[in-house]
């Protein structure tokens, strides 16, 4: 082959590729950059369907007659007259509807939240729902593990304000099975009762720690138990360290949600709390007594902190 026909040839290749970079599109751009587009305030219309006009709620009906039927019953149905973020009712949230329609229902040509990755779905939520409780969105355990919106609230159908899917603690309980089986235990909170909820204590909505509705553990159980709060003139050092050193806020299978059972608990860190004789200070009470008695807070009963006397009693 001579030189011409080489530098020929290797023209040729040379286009084939450049014209492969720019016309086709790695898969993995396509997945990041086509979000679909909604006529929510504020939610800036991309891919599937930016060009297209509303059409109206009228003609989304004609096709799903009993979806709207049952959206007209919802707390976003029923505001759909008198809040201007649900002015455009189906297409305020799945953008408008010409090419969906145009298309004979191509399902490509309209936004469907339940099929956008968690973190769109969630943007467009956020466009309307800017409560302060929602502020910690994004750095919350929720939201870094890819749940939804859609994971837990169902626009379409329920009929309370919040649009839970299941009711407050049963939506959690979907996903958090381990939290759902201690609060079976003997000790728990009352939860399974009915006198508390999972958003007595958590936000679901996002928060530092845990999605917890205050600043700390310590913070958010003091905020019932007020009175272990202290400050004491005797603390109890794993007391005010962290609630968790010494309960299990879900359930346990001892009592007063305690990580064991007395004495067991109080020896893990008081290896020897007691001399077997009445010099040096002890009180002349063997482990095997004290394993034998049981609890350390029949005598030792202001536990969580104490006025009155160092070994925290009254």
């Known amino acids: 082959m001579d030189t011409r026909s080489r530098i020929g040839r290797a023209c040729v290749t040379l286009a084939v590729i450049a014209l492969t970079v720019v016309f086709v599109k790695p898969a993995f751009a396509a997945d990041k950059e086509v979000i679909p587009s909604v006529s929510a305030p504020g939610y800036k219309p991309a891919a599937v369907n930016?060009?297209?006009?509303?059409?109206?709620?009228?003609?989304?009906?004609?096709?799903?007659?009993e979806t709207a039927e049952k959206f007209g019953k919802t707390f976003h149905?029923?505001?759909?007259?008198?809040?201007?973020?649900?002015?455009?009712?189906?297409?305020?949230?799945?953008?408008?509807?010409?090419?969906?329609?145009d298309g004979g229902g191509d399902i490509a040509l309209i936004t469907n939240p339940k099929k956008l990755d968690a973190a769109a779905a969630s943007e467009l939520c956020?466009?309307?729902?800017?409560?302060?409780?929602?502020?910690?969105?994004?750095?919350?355990s929720h939201a870094t593990n890819a749940v939804s919106c859609t994971s837990c609230h169902n626009?379409?159908?329920?009929?309370?304000?919040?649009?839970l899917a299941k009711g407050g603690t049963e939506t959690c309980y979907t996903c958090h099975k381990q939290q759902k089986a201690d609060m079976r235990l003997s000790s728990h909170h009352p939860v399974p009762e009915g006198k508390m909820t999972c958003v007595s204590c958590h936000n679901p909505h996002g928060g530092i720690e845990g999605n917890l509705k205050w600043d700390?553990?310590?913070?958010?159980?003091?905020?019932?138990?007020?009175?272990?709060?202290?400050?004491?003139?005797?603390?109890?050092?794993?007391?005010?360290?962290?609630?968790?050193?010494?309960h299990k806020p879900?359930?346990?299978?001892?009592?007063?949600?305690l990580k064991q059972n007395m004495p067991n608990l109080c020896l893990s860190c008081h290896r020897q709390p007691h001399s077997a004789t009445r010099g040096g200070g002890g009180q002349g009470l063997s482990l095997t007594v004290i394993q034998q008695r049981g609890r350390c807070y029949?005598?030792?009963?202001?536990?969580?902190?104490?006025?009155?006397?160092?070994?925290?009693?009254?």
């Not at 930016?50 to 007659?65: D, I, L, P, R, T």
């Not at 626009?155 to 649009?163: G, L, M, P």
């Not at 005598?299 to 006397?309: A, L, P, V």
């Open 77 to 101: 149905g029923r505001k759909v007259l008198s809040h201007p973020k649900l002015g455009n009712s189906c297409e305020a949230c799945h953008g408008a509807g010409s090419a969906h329609v």
């Open 250 to 257: 879900h359930g346990s299978s001892s009592e007063r949600l």
């Open 298 to 314: 029949d005598c030792h009963n202001q536990i969580h902190g104490s006025d009155r006397k160092p070994g925290l009693k009254d």
């Open 216 to 246: 700390s553990k310590q913070e958010t159980c003091l905020k019932c138990h007020g009175d272990k709060a202290g400050p004491f003139a005797y603390e109890h050092p794993p007391v005010t360290d962290d609630c968790m050193n010494c």
């Open 50 to 65: 930016a060009n297209a006009k509303m059409v109206g709620a009228e003609s989304c009906a004609s096709c799903h007659a």
């Open 126 to 140: 956020l466009t309307c729902h800017k409560e302060k409780t929602l502020t910690m969105w994004k750095t919350g």
């Open 155 to 163: 626009v379409h159908e329920t009929t309370d304000r919040k649009n």
